[in-house]
């Protein structure tokens, strides 16, 4: 109940915050525009290609036409070609980013851990991780949920050992 209370006060405080920030450009004579009402202009798609082909991405695109990118996820959404533009330039941002890795490879001052961990945030890219919650293959992880299932287990166990000590030939779990 605490934190729907403080955050209803976050929210109060934001919109009292931006009703005094409108009246203040109302004051000096300025227009007060909301990012979600901004004018979707056809040139932004050009503008996008080229932020890209400089290794922009989203963020960045967005403070270069001075929106937000709540409004370029809604100019993708509104207008096909902008939303083509920014499909093609994303393209152009990862074709920058790798062009950088491949053409500074033998140069000493290239940082290549801050490129590695660039790459890694801006394309999605990890280090693969490989986890064997199996087991072993000759000896697999068995999920036992009851203390009969258990038992039994066990018991099973115990006959294939002996087994295996009279023929002397190694039986594998079924």
């Known amino acids: 109940m605490r934190c729907q209370h403080i955050k209803k006060k976050i929210v109060n405080d934001a919109i009292s915050a931006s009703r005094i920030m409108a009246e203040k450009a109302r004051y000096e004579g300025k227009k007060w525009v909301r990012f979600s009402e ?3 202009r056809p040139e932004a798609c050009d503008v996008v290609v080229e932020c890209c082909e400089k290794g922009m991405r989203d963020a960045e695109i967005a403070k270069f036409l001075k929106v937000a990118v709540t409004t370029l996820r809604l100019w993708e959404k509104n207008h096909e070609e902008f939303r083509l533009a920014m499909e093609y330039g994303r393209t152009l ?3 920058f980013w790798e062009e ?3 053409t500074n490879l033998d140069s000493k001052t290239f940082n290549c851990r801050l490129w590695e961990v660039n790459v890694k945030n801006r394309m999605g890219w990890r ?3 490989d986890v064997n919650l199996g087991g072993q293959t000759d000896n697999p992880i068995v999920a036992l949920d009851s203390p009969e ?3 039994e287990y ?3 166990k115990m006959e294939l050992l002996e087994k295996t000590e009279s023929v002397g ?3 594998v779990d079924e």
């Open 154 to 156: 066990y018991l099973r």
């Open 38 to 40: 901004a004018a979707y």
């Open 169 to 171: 030939d190694a039986i």
């Open 127 to 129: 280090d693969k991780q």
């Open 100 to 102: 950088q890795g491949r």
């Open 149 to 151: 299932a258990a038992k």
């Open 93 to 95: 941002h990862d074709a």
